[in-house]
C-alpha cells in the first residue's frame, strides 16, 4: 500500500539588505569646485578693477621732451614745436646734403584711468586694409602703412594703461621709402623707448 507524504512547501524569506548611507563624497567635491570657481572670479574681478582704474601716466609740459624721435637711415629728427600735454609733438627729420626729407609727430592722449583709454581706443577706426596688431607694444598696438609714389608713411597706434599713443613719421623720396619694414621697426624701437621715459617721467611727478 503506498504511503503519501505531505510536505509542506513555505515561501524563503528574500534577504533584504539594510538601506546604506549615501556617500557624501560627491557632495564634498561639489562644494570644494564651487568655492574654488568663486574665488577664481573674485580674484578676477579685483584684479580687473584694479587694472581698470590704473593710471600710469601723467601728463606734464615735460611730456615732449620726453619723447625719443625716431631715426631712419642717419636722419636726425629735431623738435619743431614744443607741444602741449594732449597735443601732437612735432619733428622735422632732416638728412646731411638732402635736407628736409620728412616728418614725424606723436600725438598723446591721457585719460583719468585705463578704462576709459580702453573704450576710446576700442572706437576709434582701425585705419588701413592693410593694418596689422604689434606684439609686446603696451597694452594693444597696431600698424600702419600707407605706400604712395614717391612717399611713404607709417602709423603706429598703441594703448598702454591710460594713454592712447599715435606715432607718425612720413617720408618723402624712393630711397628712404623703399624698405617700409624698417622704417616700421625704428618707429617701434622709438615708441617702445618713449613710453619708458614717459612713465619714468610720470613716476618722478
Not at 513555505?10 to 534577504?15: D, K, R, S
Not at 574665488?39 to 601728463?59: D, F, H, I, P
Amino acid at each position: 500500500m503506498p504511503y503519501l507524504v505531505a510536505v509542506i512547501d513555505t515561501p524563503t524569506a528574500v534577504w533584504d539588505p539594510p538601506p546604506s548611507r549615501p556617500s557624501l563624497a560627491p557632495t564634498w567635491i561639489g562644494l570644494i569646485i564651487c568655492l574654488i570657481v568663486v574665488l577664481l572670479l573674485t580674484g578676477t574681478g579685483v584684479l580687473g578693477l584694479r587694472a581698470a582704474a590704473e593710471r600710469r601716466y601723467v601728463s606734464s609740459a615735460e611730456t615732449c621732451s620726453a619723447i625719443v624721435p625716431v631715426a631712419v637711415d642717419g636722419t636726425v629728427a629735431s623738435p619743431v614745436e614744443a607741444g602741449r600735454p594732449g597735443t601732437a609733438c612735432t619733428y622735422s627729420i632732416r638728412q646731411a646734403g638732402e635736407g628736409r626729407v620728412g616728418v614725424a609727430w606723436m600725438d598723446l592722449m591721457f585719460y583719468d584711468d585705463a578704462l576709459k583709454a580702453w573704450a576710446h581706443w576700442y572706437l576709434q577706426p582701425k585705419g588701413s586694409d592693410n593694418a596689422r596688431d604689434v606684439d609686446g607694444m603696451g597694452r594693444a598696438a597696431r600698424l600702419n602703412t600707407v605706400l604712395e609714389p614717391g612717399r611713404c608713411t607709417v602709423q603706429l597706434l598703441v594703448l598702454d594703461s591710460n594713454v592712447r599713443l599715435t606715432a607718425q613719421v612720413s617720408f618723402l623720396g624712393e630711397a628712404l621709402c623703399a624698405n617700409p619694414d624698417a622704417i616700421a621697426a625704428a618707429l617701434a624701437d622709438s615708441t617702445r623707448a618713449s613710453l619708458g621715459r614717459l612713465g619714468e617721467l610720470s613716476l618722478v611727478r
